[in-house]
């Protein structure tokens, strides 16, 4: 009933930046929170970033200060903008919602994920 569809993922050299954006599509009545995982090969999912609909954020330490998480409401989308990529950043990034249907009925979902490679 809703779905997320990213892109921006890619190959980048250490230093670089780039931006990931999700667009959510559905019955949607309201999104109360966005997110950004993260999974490296061999590792758990970890959070990245996300922020909530009243704009509260929370990063994790490892991006802070280099990482950027925003939304438009009026639109359902949301985007992570990475600067400063290091080769440990290399992940399939996933985004993730929640929030309420049109019938108030609560929903969680994910994105596919897109794979961001940070390399020389």
């Known amino acids: 009933q809703v779905q997320l569809v990213e892109s921006g993922g890619g190959l980048v050299q250490p230093g670089g930046s780039l931006r990931l954006s999700c667009a959510a599509s559905g019955n949607i009545f309201s999104i109360n929170v966005v997110g950004w995982y993260r999974q490296a090969p061999g590792k758990q999912r970890e959070l990245v970033a996300s922020?909530?609909?009243?704009?509260?954020?929370i990063y994790a330490d490892s991006v802070k200060g280099r990482f950027t998480i925003s939304r438009d409401h009026a639109k359902n989308t949301m985007s992570l903008q990475m600067n400063s990529l290091k080769p440990e950043d290399t992940a399939v990034y996933y985004c993730?919602?929640?929030?309420?249907?049109?019938?108030?009925?609560?929903?969680?979902?994910w994105g596919q994920g897109t794979l961001v490679t940070v390399s020389s």
């Open positions: 993730n919602a929640e929030g309420l249907l049109v019938d108030y009925t609560y929903f969680e979902v």
């Open positions: 922020i909530k609909s009243g704009g509260t954020t």
